[in-house]
């Protein structure tokens, strides 16, 4: 523990569209240490699913450094990315299109494990699957089934299993658990916080739910058009937030209880576009605390107390 | 948390999958398309069309039947002695629809085989990768798309020299600009599926992606284009044979016993019903076939 | 019931599906009133019954698989079932409106949100062209959209507005009832924060009854008085927003409350309920929920609970009841 695993530096991701660029992750830098879980939040069109894929290099960055385990992913040729991938996995939101329809669950899962040449022997490659399904707590009898034949949950679970067949170290999870019903979410959730104490996995998790996120990780980044806004321990974040932003975002959670409820912080306006985005702060439009230099110059991301970071002009660095 | 309950004790992978089977989905949809009524009668109509097909040599002999001249029972009405009646040479018209069945299926299908090779690549190749790599094959396709199938092959023909072997190579290439946009489609309908990505994510190559991911997930469409095309195929032979640059007489074939029965139709009509028939039902069959496929096949009638 | 009759009574309704020549049981004898000027929370994860209860209202099932069984739907009074299509079709719309979940195919692409809020008012109220412009506009104002906007295209409108729309087109006839499906699942969280304060300032303004389905329980804290719980097609508890709330009595009820996590105490686990939604296919024998349910007792995989009233307002089905109104989980 402690050791930093991830060490994200000033990531970029712009896209190249008709009206101009779109930067869907601009300019991201954040650490992640062995074993601990940082939860990325944030809406639609804010970049956190683009954030995802461009760590594992599924899309390619635009410029910035990507340190795992202390080498540079970007400076690293094809295949020895493929190499790489055994330790970075990935759990995808949609258990409908993530599965391969045509192969069975026992195909899918045992894939990753036969590209990597980890096992060549097939009866113990079997076992290994046998292993996984039984980790993530899928019967044996479904060795066999197709993804249609199984529901949601029991699908997710089969997504879990091949993202941990080449026991990677690091595993983004992007919205793994909003298109399930509640009462299995929580199931998911449960499964995926016993298997990183059992096996030490770090975790990117990306989601819109605050109150999972909350439960979920140790730290939470909160993106907004791109760009990373706060960083904090999960405790602090919710407490004490210091972005406007977050604020907002954390009093819009509906809460089920009919007493003590506050009053919700409503924010005006729309999200702005983030194509050619103008170099201030992209939430002063909608900000209730907007000041004069908030619409001259973007601010940057400080540490404000220890370990909490922030961008925001309201707020200034510890220290000074 | 469900318990793993397992079965008796196993050693080997072997012992496990006997015990807990695939559900064959063959099987399903092989249901699923009985249940389809018009699908089925053309399912029935075209075995029976590959049947005689296939049984030609043992209902009549070629030599003897269908190229022999016999001037004395020329243009004999359907009877007994000949159920579909004689032509102006004399030969049974049933024996020759017979072998004319035999060359319309075999040289229909080899070629359609040849335009789905040829579009599996170009058109798998076009979709996986889009960008520029798709605009390049795909402008390179549509100039082939404007020109009629019939043209394109005859061109080749004229090229090349009308023997079988070209004539299959030819209607295959005409067809293919068609099968890659079939193919291409249903590609890029099943790239952007988050199991693409995944299978990236574990590092498989482009090649292993294509072929193991997205070309098993395109069949269905790509099933239902074979048999609407083979259709196709048959009537350009018979229209190529019909002006003479297809399938040259005396070997029969529907096209060209249209073309020779033609100053005869008149007074003797029944020398052009016959391989009319042959001609409309054949394609009447493959048409109800691949309809009736494609519903079976649509997926999202699946769940 | 009281003098004024309920703008939507549901009594004992039953729907089935028939897919391949097998039964799906959607909804058995739902049982929900709702007076004018009340919302009324139909709760329940995937596969409860909760949209087809709510296109039974209208008669919206889809054919040929769906069918209705049994049951009454009264909207103001009228059997809906016994009305012919044309008086079916006038009902739509005017008397009761409907949203749906997913904005983005809710909307006609190639109309302007003018026409499309307008074109119900042509049809139930006969109102011309330049007036129904005119309506339109001031509806749109009224969702919090700038007027001047109302010849502008749906492709044009983020999603949250779309939603906004959608609820402008279904309230441009007054309806009394309301019916909404899920209105702020797909929209981000501070976006739904605000689509819900305007449901509720609508729902303060008008005496519009509203039935609003959702399998979110922070949304009907939010904006509902009453609320039905439904599991595998029946409604196993119903009350007020406080008999729910604070006094909930059937262990579904408790389970879902139990999975979601606790924004206040994030290091406890969550505690999921135990299996999976049972197949509509083949539901379990006597109370569908036995072979999740912690309090199970044999009667429980045997007999069907009953409805057991434990107040004025509350009640529930299920076994622990049968004897007693006291709290037993």
């Known amino acids: 523990m402690g050791e930093i695993l991830l060490e994200v530096k000033n990531l970029k991701k712009y896209f190249h569209v008709a009206a101009g660029t779109l930067h869907a992750v601009d300019d991201v830098s954040f650490t992640i240490e062995e074993g601990r879980t940082l939860g990325i939040v944030g809406e639609s069109g804010c970049g956190k699913t683009t954030l995802g894929r461009t760590i594992l290099r599924l899309i390619e960055p635009t410029s910035g450094e990507i340190c795992f385990n202390g080498k540079d992913l970007r400076k690293l040729n094809k295949s020895e990315m493929r190499f790489m991938r055994r330790e970075m996995q990935i759990i995808f939101q949609d258990p409908y299109s993530s599965l391969n329809p045509r192969k069975t669950i026992a195909e899918t899962i045992e894939e990753p494990i036969l590209l990597a040449g980890l096992i060549p022997d097939s009866d113990k490659r079997f076992m290994r699957v046998l292993e996984l399904m039984g980790t993530v707590g899928l019967a044996q009898r479904l060795i066999n089934t197709y993804p249609h034949e199984l529901d949601g949950g029991r699908r997710q679970r089969v997504g879990i299993a091949r993202a941990l067949a080449m026991n990677p170290k690091f595993i983004v999870c992007d919205e793994p658990v909003s298109s399930l019903d509640v009462s299995i979410q929580a199931q998911i959730l449960n499964l995926m916080k016993t298997i990183q104490r059992d096996m030490g996995i770090t975790y990117l998790f990306i989601t819109h739910d605050l109150s999972v996120v909350n439960h979920f990780s140790d730290d939470i980044a909160v993106m907004y058009l791109g760009q990373l806004v706060e960083k904090a321990p999960s405790e602090t974040l919710f407490q004490k937030p210091l972005h406007p932003y977050t604020e907002a975002l954390l009093s819009a959670i509906p809460v089920a209880r009919i007493h003590n409820r506050h009053e919700r912080i409503l924010l005006k306006g729309e999200l702005t576009s983030p194509i050619n985005p103008e170099p201030i702060c992209r939430f002063a439009e909608r900000c209730n605390q907007c000041m004069d230099i908030c619409t001259k110059e973007d601010p940057p991301l400080i540490e404000a107390r220890p370990n909490h970071f922030v961008a925001c002009h309201l707020h200034k660095p510890m220290g000074s | ?303 | 019931m009281d003098a004024q009759q309920n703008t939507l009574e549901i009594k004992n309704l039953t729907v089935e599906y028939v897919v391949d020549d097998e039964v799906v049981h959607a909804v058995t004898g739902v049982n929900i009133a709702i007076p004018a000027g009340r919302t009324f929370g139909l709760v329940g994860e995937t596969g409860a019954g909760k949209t087809t209860t709510a296109l039974s209202i209208l008669n919206l099932l889809p054919l040929p698989a769906g069918r209705i069984v049994s049951g009454e739907i009264f909207v103001n009074g009228q059997d809906v079932f016994k009305l012919s299509p044309k008086q079916l079709l006038a009902m739509r719309g005017s008397q009761v409106a409907m949203v749906f979940q997913d904005p983005m195919s809710s909307l006609n692409p190639i109309k302007t949100v003018g026409e499309q809020i307008a074109e119900g008012m042509k049809i139930h109220r006969g109102v011309s062209d330049k007036e129904a412009l005119r309506q339109a506009t001031s509806m749109l104002e009224m969702v919090g959209i700038p007027g001047d906007r109302v010849s502008e295209y749906p492709h044009q409108f983020s999603g949250g507005m779309k939603q906004r729309v959608i609820i402008a087109i279904a309230l441009a006839c007054n309806p009394d009832l309301l019916i909404a499906d899920e209105p702020t699942t797909a929209l981000d969280v501070t976006i739904q924060a605000q689509v819900l304060k305007l449901i509720r300032e609508l729902k303060e303004q008008s005496r519009m009854a509203m039935l609003i389905i959702t399998h979110a329980l922070g949304i009907v804290a939010e904006v509902c008085d009453s609320v039905g719980i439904m599991y595998a097609g029946r409604i196993v508890e119903c009350g007020t927003l406080a008999d729910i709330f604070d006094n909930l009595r059937h262990p579904y009820t408790r389970g879902l409350f139990d999975s979601l996590p606790d924004i206040e105490n994030r290091r406890a686990e969550l505690k999921p309920i135990p299996g999976l939604i049972p197949d509509p296919m083949n539901l379990p024998p006597g109370c569908a929920f036995h072979p999740r349910c912690s309090y199970a007792k044999p009667e429980c995989s045997q007999d069907l609970p009953q409805v057991r009233w434990l107040s004025d307002t509350h009640y529930v089905c299920c076994h622990l009841y049968n004897e007693t109104t006291e709290n037993m989980l």
């Open chain 2, 1 to 303: 948390m469900e318990a793993t309950a397992s079965a008796k004790p196993f050693t080997t992978k072997k012992e496990f999958y006997a015990q807990f089977k695939k559900k064959s989905v063959t099987h399903e949809l092989w249901l699923r398309f009985l249940k389809n009524k018009t699908a089925v009668i053309g399912l029935v109509i075209f075995c029976i069309i590959l049947a005689v097909a296939v049984a030609a040599p043992w209902i009549t002999s070629y030599d003897n039947v269908v190229v022999k001249m016999n001037i004395a029972e020329r243009l004999q009405p359907p009877g007994a002695a000949h159920w579909f009646g004689t032509d102006e040479l004399g030969r049974d018209i049933l024996a020759r629809i017979v072998y004319g069945a035999r060359i319309s299926l075999l040289i229909g299908f080899s070629a359609i085989i040849v335009s789905l090779m040829v579009g599996l690549v170009l058109g798998g190749t076009a979709g996986y990768y889009g960008g520029k790599i798709d605009s390049l094959i795909m402008r390179g396709m549509d100039v082939f798309l404007c020109l009629p199938d019939v043209l394109l092959a005859l061109a080749i023909i004229a090229a090349f020299g009308n023997t079988k072997v070209n004539l299959t190579i030819a209607i295959g290439l005409a067809f293919s600009p068609k099968f890659s946009r079939v193919v291409r489609s249903a590609v890029m309908g099943v790239r952007d599926n988050e199991y693409i990505e995944a299978a990236r994510s574990i590092g498989a190559l482009d090649k292993r992606i294509i072929a193991r991911h997205v070309l098993p997930n395109c069949i269905g469409p790509i099933i239902v284009q074979v048999t609407l095309y083979v259709a196709n195929a048959i009537l350009t032979i018979a229209a190529l044979s019909f002006i003479g640059l297809g399938i040259q007489p005396p070997t029969p074939e529907w096209g060209n016993m249209l073309a020779s029965g033609r100053t005869y139709m008149r007074d003797f009509p029944h020398i052009v019903l016959a391989p009319g028939m042959a001609i409309f039902f054949t394609i009447l069959a493959l048409n109800l076939l691949g309809d009736g496929l494609r519903d079976t096949l649509d997926p999202r009638l699946k769940h």
